[in-house]
T-cell receptor
């Protein structure tokens, strides 16, 4: 079946350092890929999506490129802020509108 | 902005108890989803639906029933609750039309404790 595997957390960084959260996926269908972010006490919310292979998505300084050959969709940010502390989820949606999430990566940024 | 409302927000029951979690979305979205969130497992799909009367099986359906009574309302039913079903449950909705990003809009979650 469809699955998503991402970096285990927590990931602890200092402000101003760079972030990479790895995400790989498996599906036999053509996926649309998403990154979601979840803050304490809230439901997840969309960070950005990339519907097409070899395209990049970005929002709030975060970006990811949909690499179809490597079946990867790694999240990156050049310089993290304390306000970026949250849980990040990689997700894929297939043609039947089933949406599968990874296990989430907790990011802790210290000032 | 999409609005998804879940109730109850907190529920405590005993083993063998009967629980219904409710979800209502007011944005005329076609798709609705139920997930459970557990540490180390992230969000796992229980059931989803693309319209009233429709039900699709997710990845962790055992012990759960669901029913979509209208386009707005999607219910998750635990008829014989077990401690392993203690979790934070999220409902979400999505528009399947081409104009939307296809993103999921989540509710605030329902925390269920089974003693």
């Amino acid at each position: 079946g469809d699955s998503v595997t991402q970096t285990e957390g927590p990931v602890t960084l200092s402000e101003g350092t760079s972030l990479t959260v790895n995400c790989s996926y498996e599906t036999k269908q053509y996926p649309t890929l998403f990154w979601y972010v979840q803050y304490p006490g809230e439901g997840p919310q969309l960070l950005f999506k990339v519907p097409k292979a070899n395209e990049k998505g970005s929002n709030r300084g975060f970006e990811a490129t949909y690499n179809k050959e490597a079946t990867s969709f790694h999240l990156q940010k050049a310089s993290v802020q304390e306000s970026d502390s949250a849980v990040y989820y990689c997700a894929l949606r297939t043609g039947g509108y089933k949406v599968v999430f990874g296990s989430g990566t907790r990011l802790l940024v210290s000032p | 902005e999409a609005a998804v409302t879940q109730s109850p927000r907190n529920k405590v029951t005993v083993t063998g108890g009967n629980v219904t979690l409710s979800c209502r979305q007011t944005n005329s979205h076609n798709y609705m989803y139920w997930y459970r969130q557990d540490t180390g497992h992230g969000l796992r799909l229980i059931h989803y639906s693309y319209g009233a009367g429709n039900l699709q099986i997710g990845d962790v359906p055992d012990g759960y029933k669901a029913t979509r009574t209208t386009q707005e309302d999607f219910f998750l039913l635990l008829e014989l609750a077990s401690p392993s079903q203690t979790s934070l449950y999220f409902c979400a909705s999505s528009d399947a039309t081409g104009g939307d990003t296809g993103q999921l809009y989540f509710g605030e979650g329902s925390k269920l404790t089974v003693l």
